[in-house]
């Protein structure tokens, strides 16, 4: 490798993000710097290790070597932009599965009702006394317990709490990158905390 890789800048790689990207404010400087110091430390971590490798080789076989850190080198930005990229198209779908998610609170818990049972319940009433009952009863308990990955960790004990969650909402974190799950839950004997995260 030469001595002009080892002096990358921030501002290099701020010329290669796309402008979508960029102006849609996916990585910041601060977010770009971090991305930068951890690639050059994966290829100086790189170096140091496969240094003694390396000298052993003969010329022909060091410089194909060197060719391929630099597709490695070309694959770890392609990937960083896909990362990118990524994070700002999930953000753009979050926005857009929002207006989705308040009907289905609304649904959920019997803030509106949905157009054509109102009709039917008054039909069905002398049949079904449970014609009342507003929303989805033990809709996020009876959610759980169906999902493949959720079900076997959803205790007996667990159940009688699920039955009061109204809602459950995700949001991206940037300290520690990640994400947050908030539990909203309505009164009950359980706990008083009417948000659990």
Not at 114 to 137: L, M, R, S, Y
């Amino acid at each position: 490798m030469s001595n002009s890789k080892d002096n990358f800048n921030v501002s290099d790689l701020g010329s290669a993000l796309p402008a979508a990207a960029a102006a849609a404010g996916a990585l910041n400087a601060e977010d770009r710097a971090d991305l930068v110091n951890a690639l050059k430390n994966k290829l100086q971590d790189l170096t140091g290790k496969h240094s003694e490798v390396l000298e052993n080789l003969s010329p022909k076989v060091r410089k194909r070597v060197d060719v391929l850190r630099d597709i490695q080198s070309q694959h770890d930005e392609l990937e960083a932009k896909f990362f990118e990229e990524r994070a700002a198209l999930e953000a753009k779908y979050q926005k857009l599965y929002q207006p989705l998610y308040t009907k289905r609170y609304e649904i959920v818990n019997g803030i509106v009702e949905v157009e054509g049972v109102t009709n039917e319940a008054a039909i069905n009433q002398g049949e079904d006394k449970t014609a009342e009952e507003k929303g989805v009863p033990d809709f996020w308990l009876n959610a759980m317990k169906t999902s493949e990955v959720l079900s076997e960790e959803i205790s007996e004990r667990d159940e009688g709490a699920l039955k009061f969650l109204k809602d459950i909402k995700w949001c991206r974190i940037d300290n520690p990158k990640g994400f947050k799950l908030e539990f909203y839950f309505d009164t009950n004997p359980y706990f008083k905390n009417s948000t659990l995260t």
